[in-house]
């Protein structure tokens, strides 16, 4: 039997984004790409709209949501914008930045969003469907990636079929996304210094090149921002780091010189690496062998990112 219907995967198209916006004006939830991972979203003004993410995704209560946004004029109805958002804004909206900022008492949002804490995570997607849909509905859109919680993010709308199926009222298919990785989020704190909660396509250096100084140290073990759990994006399978070559019960991951069973990338480039990341481990999580291995990955530029992601998928 199929894992969903072929009616709940719509191509990403008018017809298409206009079903999208009914389902989401009427509380469903929708996956959708963006140009980082699907994102499955919902209204983000609706308690019952937010829940069905939770529900979908299996996802705890205590991890807070992204809230996507068409623009940063739609931005600042949500959130508190200082002198710092507005130039990351304008550096990187839109684009794969979250910020962390906070929420306005009259932002109109589902408590869920923030899970509790008095922050909201806002980010403007580049990508040209979710921007259509954010543009169709009218409302700003909660949107986690579109995977079961703690699972590997998907990177088309294959996986997220396979990953979520029957849970999600629509996917529109909008092919492969373009940089694989999740966003980069950053806190901007009240004291004027800001902190890097999730490494992502945006560098540190990126950001620091605008506010100044570099990432603040995390002052508490606490849940702030989307993808914090330790055990994020685990393929579901033991998985082991900076291998150079596999064992005998072992899915080798490549990269560069590591040939492996699939690379993330011949060359070693690192951002066609992080384009292939999820894919691969999707592969990796599909093998017949009962264990991943990863070839190492360069611990600078997004390689950061990369290595943040796997370390969680082998905690």
């Known amino acids: 039997m199929e894992p969903t219907k072929p009616s709940k995967v719509q191509m990403a198209d008018s017809e298409g984004l206009s079903r999208a916006a009914q389902v989401i004006r009427a509380g469903g939830t929708v996956a959708v790409p963006t140009e980082t991972v699907y994102g499955l979203a919902a209204r983000a003004d609706d308690d019952a709209a937010v829940a069905g993410i939770y529900r979908a995704k299996g996802r705890p209560d205590f991890n807070p949501l992204i809230v996507h946004v068409a623009d940063a004029t739609a931005a600042e109805r949500l959130a508190v914008f200082d002198d710092r958002a507005n130039a990351l804004a304008e550096a990187f909206w839109p684009g794969p930045l979250t910020m962390v900022l906070n929420r306005r ?46 699972g590997v993010s998907p990177t088309s709308a294959a996986h997220v079929v396979d990953s979520l199926g ?107 690496a992080a384009a292939r990341l999820y894919a691969c481990l999707h592969l990796g999580a599909a093998a017949e062998q009962p264990c991943i291995a990863i070839a190492p990955i360069p611990d600078d530029g997004i390689g950061l990112a990369i290595n943040d992601r796997l370390r969680r998928a082998a905690a």
């Open 105 to 150: 008492d009259d932002a109109g949002l589902a408590a869920a969003v923030s899970a509790g804490l008095p922050t909201v995570a806002l980010r403007c997607p580049a990508h040209p469907v979710i921007q259509a849909l954010l543009k169709t509905c009218g409302l700003p859109l909660a949107a986690p990636s579109a995977n079961r919680s703690g």
């Open 166 to 272: 029957q849970r999600v009222d629509l996917i529109l298919d909008g092919g492969a996304t373009e940089q694989g990785i999740e966003s980069t989020i950053v806190a901007l704190r009240e004291d004027g210094s800001w902190a890097i909660l999730r490494p992502g396509p945006i560098t540190e250096a990126q950001i620091a090149a605008i506010l100044g100084g570099g990432s603040a140290a995390m002052t508490s073990s606490k849940i702030e921002a989307p993808g914090q759990l330790a055990s994020h994006y685990a393929p579901g399978k033991p998985v082991r780091l900076e291998a150079v070559q596999a064992e005998a019960n072992e899915f080798l991951i490549g990269l560069g010189d590591v040939a492996g069973d699939v690379s993330l990338s011949v060359t070693g480039d690192l951002a066609e």
